[in-house]
């Protein structure tokens, strides 16, 4: 029998390396949902491909043209909010969260709370969301199924394995496209440059991360949720190679790492084909062809992003929360060229900083946080 599988994000490279999983394996998924923010001839194309129950645009203005586009097609369009809460709404075997940014919190919790399993990329939603998705997920026995690189590395590694007998987990990072530079050099460079990162092929949101450093933070927090560890135990380093994704180190002091090519098709399979493997086309890891493997610490003087991240990890939620918030708010100003790359730090450090503690305890709490500190990070953007 076919897995059913929705698509959150389907225009995005997630999305696209998900999509083309499906079409190398067409006995084993059916699409159910897809959904995108702005990319009406990409969704139509895909819809008009997969054939879906269920569309959804969040951009209200270019509904029409998707309508005419899917005309011939018995597809349900869903607009907006409304829309994407309901498709994830709707129970399938699995949910691919491949929204970048806090959008994705909302229809995470949604598709938990019917009982779909997840395949998460969305690391914004654990960031700021992750106690209470985890303990929703346990209730309802929902599998969190990590398909960032690094944490399916992790996840894998633990196959087999019981975390009272780790020491600690290793995330790897690629030092983004100016591990070379200075804080100094890097303060005014353009977005055009950070853009470029080295080793993998991702979304904008994303890649300005990579290269602030700030991706590896949050992913440290979103790891601490995913497995339930302690700051003590998270750990990143630098491998500018990325062919090694994550080590578990025992409390024998023995390492078991993940190896795997730069291709995001490979951690989505895991997912997706869990608790089997699947046959994906990519390309082969050739040991006899790699000359060296480099590992160094993370320079906290200069990725300072990455520090103030990693220690929220135990501290009151709404911290990393307002975090997560305000660094959407920098990212997205720096890529209109209204923020220097120097200041995305300067205005989450700020941010985190002017926040008043509030207890996140319930699904709506979260939303009304995530709002309230993007206010501050607004405010605080005036004075930089």
Partial sequence: ??????????????????????????????????????????????????????????????????????????????????????????????????????????????????????AIANKEALVAGGHLLMPLAKEKEVNILPIDSEHNAIYQCMMGHHWSDVEHITLTASGGPFLAMTREEMHDIAPVKALKHPTWNMGAKISIDSATMMNKGLESIEAAWLFGIGREKVSAVIHPQSIIHGFVTFKDETIISHMAPTDMKVPISHALGWPERLKIQTEKLDLTKISGLEFMEINHEQFPCYNLAHQLIGEEPCYAAALNAANEIAVSLYLENKLAFGDIYSLCTKTVNMIEIRSLDDYQSVIDYDSFARDIARSIVLSL
């Fill in 1 to 118: 029998m076919k897995k059913l599988v929705t698509v959150l994000g389907a225009t995005g490279s997630v999305g696209a390396s998900t999509l083309q999983i499906v079409r190398e394996n067409p006995d084993k998924f059916q699409i159910i949902g897809i959904t995108a923010h702005s990319n009406v001839s990409l969704l139509a194309k895909l819809a008009i491909e997969f054939r879906p129950k269920f569309v959804v645009l969040s951009d209200l203005t270019l509904v029409s043209d998707l309508e005419t586009r899917l005309a011939h097609l018995e597809i349900e369009i869903l607009i907006g909010e409304e829309g994407l809460d309901f498709l994830a709404s709707q129970k399938t075997d699995i949910l691919v969260a491949a929204i970048s940014g806090f959008a994705g919190f909302k229809p995470i919790f949604k598709a938990i709370s019917v009982g779909t399993d997840i």
